[in-house]
C-alpha cells in the first residue's frame, strides 16, 4: 500500500539517491580492505570476468522468476552488464521501479543507508510468500526425498517441516502453530533460515517479498501495514515504518534433512507442494550458486575469518553473539556445552544429515541458519566457536 501523505518518505529505486545516511556510496570490501565504492572500478572487461559466474546463476533465476527477465533482456539487448553496485542508480533501477508500479515502502526512521537497499530482480510479491499452507503426513510426503533439507519448527507438540525446495521460490511462510503464529523464512542468497513470531510490537503481521535486499538479504514487508514497512531477516529488526528498529522474536528452529526430522518427529506434518502456484519444485535455480565463492549482491561488510560460504548456526543475545560453523563439528565431535553471555546452550551434530541443532538452551537465547558472510555482515561483533 502506497502512503498517500506527503510526508511519508517512500522507496522508489529509481530516484536519486539524496538520502544524507547514504554518503558518497556504499562502503565495501575487497581483499580485506574498507573503502567508499563510488562506482565500479574494475575496466569493462575484467567486469565481465568478475560477473560471469553470477550472471549465469541470475540467468538461471531469470527463468524461473518472471520479474527478473526485463533487467536481463536489457543486458542482452545493450551488451552490458550491469554489477549490481551500480544498478540502484542505473538501467536495472529503471527496469525494476517499472515492474512494481504502486509498491512503494515506507521509508521514515529509515536506519539503514538508503542506497544499500537494492533490487534483486523479481518485483514486489513477484516471489509469492505463502499463506494459509496445505500439508501432509509423512506417509502422504513419499515422494520428498530422504536427502532434501527441511526447516524444522515445533511449538508446543506440534511440529511441521517446511522442505527448502518449496521455499526456494517463496521465501516466506506464514503459518500457526497451535496459538502461534509464525513466519518461516528462507533468503537462498545467504542460506538463511529463521521463524518469528508474527506478533510484532505494531501488531500482528503476515509478511510478504519486498523484492528488496540488503547486504544480500531478503528484505520482509508487513502486508497490510499501513503504511508497509520493511524487516530484515537476519538482523530480525524492522529497517523503517512504524516498527523501525523494533526486534522480531526468533523461534527455535532446526535446518536438517527430511529423513531426520521425520524419524525424530515420526508424527510431524510437511508443507504441500501444492501451492496453489505453478512450480517445478524438484529444480534448484540456485544450485550453481552454491557451487561459487562469488556472491550476486554486494555487502557492506566482509572478513575472511571462515569460508564466505561456509555455514553457520548464529546464536545470539541482545548483547553478543556467535557463529558455530558447520566445520567445527565431525563424527567425532558431535555434542557442545557452551555459554554465551551467562546462557547455557548445547548443540548436537548430526554426521548423517551433516546439521546442526540447538538440543536445550537457556530463556534469552535466539538462533538462525546463515552463510557466514551474511552472519558477519550483520554481526561484525560476532565470535566465533573454536574448532576444538
Known amino acids: 500500500m502506497e502512503p498517500s501523505t506527503q510526508s511519508t518518505p517512500t522507496f522508489n529505486p529509481a530516484e536519486p539517491q539524496s538520502d544524507p545516511k547514504a554518503g ?24 565481465w570476468l568478475r560477473w560471469w559466474k553470477p550472471l ?33 542508480g542505473g538501467i536495472g533501477a529503471e527496469l525494476f521501479a517499472q515492474s512494481r508500479p504502486g509498491s512503494a515502502f515506507d521509508l521514515r526512521r529509515l536506519t539503514v543507508p538508503r542506497n544499500e537497499i537494492l533490487p534483486g530482480g523479481p518485483p514486489k510479491d513477484g516471489i509469492p510468500a505463502l499463506t494459509n499452507p496445505q500439508f501432509l503426513t509423512v506417509d502422504e510426503a513419499r515422494d520428498l526425498p530422504a536427502t532434501d533439507r527441511v526447516i524444522g519448527v515445533r511449538v508446543g507438540e506440534e511440529t511441521r517441516a517446511y522442505p527448502l525446495r518449496i521455499l526456494n521460490y517463496h521465501e516466506i511462510v506464514n503459518d500457526q502453530l497451535g496459538d502461534t503464529p509464525i513466519a518461516v523464512t528462507y533468503c537462498p ?30 528484505l520482509m514487508y508487513d502486508r497490510g501495514g499501513e503504511p508497509e514497512g520493511l524487516w530484515s531477516q537476519l538482523a530480525a529488526t524492522a529497517i523503517s515504518g512504524p516498527g523501525a528498529n523494533q526486534s522480531l522474536r526468533a523461534l527455535p528452529v532446526e535446518l536438517t534433512t527430511w529423513a531426520d526430522w521425520s524419524t ?10 501444492r501451492t496453489g502456484h505453478p512450480r517445478d519444485y524438484s529444480r534448484n535455480p540456485y544450485a550453481g550458486y552454491f557451487q561459487s565463492p562469488e556472491l550476486m549482491f554486494p555487502v557492506n561488510r566482509r572478513s575472511h575469518a571462515l569460508p564466505t560460504k561456509s555455514p553457520v548456526l548464529g546464536v545470539w543475545t541482545s548483547q553478543a553473539s556467535r557463529a558455530y560453523p558447520l566445520s567445527a563439528f565431525s563424527a567425532e565431535r558431535t555434542r557442545l556445552t557452551d555459554e554465551l553471555d551467562g546462557l547455557k546452550l548445547t548443540i548436537e551434530y548430526n554426521p548423517a544429515a551433516r546439521s546442526l541443532r540447538v538440543a536445550e538452551a537457556d ?12 552472519w558477519y555482515a550483520f ?10
Do not use: K
Open 363 to 374: 530463556d534469552g537465547l535466539q538462533w538462525m541458519y546463515s552463510l557466514w558472510f551474511a
Open 264 to 273: 525424530r518427529h515420526p508424527e510431524t506434518r510437511v508443507l504441500s507442494p
Open 24 to 47: 558518497p556510496g556504499p562502503t565495501v570490501v575487497r581483499d580485506g580492505q574498507s573503502g567508499t565504492d563510488s562506482g565500479c572500478h574494475v575496466p569493462r572487461r575484467d567486469r
Open 56 to 88: 549465469v546463476c541470475l540467468a538461471a533465476v531469470a527463468f524461473v522468476f518472471p520479474g527478473v527477465r526485463g533487467y536481463w533482456a536489457e543486458v542482452v539487448r545493450t551488451g552490458q552488464l550491469i554489477p549490481t553496485e551500480e544498478r540502484h
Open 189 to 218: 542468497l545467504c542460506d538463511s533460515v529463521a521463524v518469528f513470531d508474527r506478533r510484532t510490537p505494531v501488531g500482528l503481521r503476515d509478511f510478504g517479498v519486498s523484492g528488496l535486499l540488503y547486504n544480500s538479504n531478503v
Open 379 to 388: 554481526h561484525p561483533e560476532t565470535e566465533i566457536a573454536p574448532s576444538h
